[in-house]
């Protein structure tokens, strides 16, 4: 197939593209803009370098979200953030979190759909209800794993790591998952 033929077939697929796949899209752009502007604005002032990596990983991760970019777009960002990030925790890092949580839960959905396709309610509803629970239980993580710092309790890892096994066993079952189904 010729490079005008694969992007006549793609612009086809665009024009198709149901608006449940248009928004999440969408969705990938915006919390993936956040997630490079945020960290560049605040005072711990990322690597010049992610910024120059990070938009083209994203600009393909919006085209091609079945692709590896979005590991690599979350990864590069992830990397320039623990680089140069405060310590402590603060809104910025939570909200950088949530941004980064939020591009890899929509390219998850995007992933497994073709471009064109009709996404019903139903289908909505069961990827909706886990990922909301995801994005509220981020913070409420991060602020009590900061409780828990703060206060020098013996073995704080261990509640933070507990909280965060919580935190995902929560959600899978929010997703409909069930042991031991095959």
Known sequence: MSVAERLTLWLAQLRAAGRTIVLSRLLIAIAGTVAIVLPGALPWDQLDLIPILAVPLLIATIAIPDSLTALLFVLTVL?????????????????????????????????????????????????????????????????????????????????????????????????GQRLGED
């Open 79 to 175: 990397i320039g953030w623990l680089m140069r990030a405060p310590a402590e925790l603060g809104w910025g890092v939570v909200v950088t979190g949530i941004a980064l949580l939020l591009v890899h839960l929509a390219t998850a959905f995007t992933a497994q759909l073709p471009s064109y396709v009709r996404v019903g309610r139903k289908a909505l509803r069961r990827w909706l209800a886990p990922a909301v629970i995801a994005v509220l239980i981020g913070p409420v993580v991060a602020v009590a794993a900061a409780l828990v710092r703060g206060a020098d309790v013996p073995g704080s890892l261990l509640v933070t790591v507990g909280a965060l096994v919580l935190a995902t066993v929560t959600v899978w079952f929010a997703a």
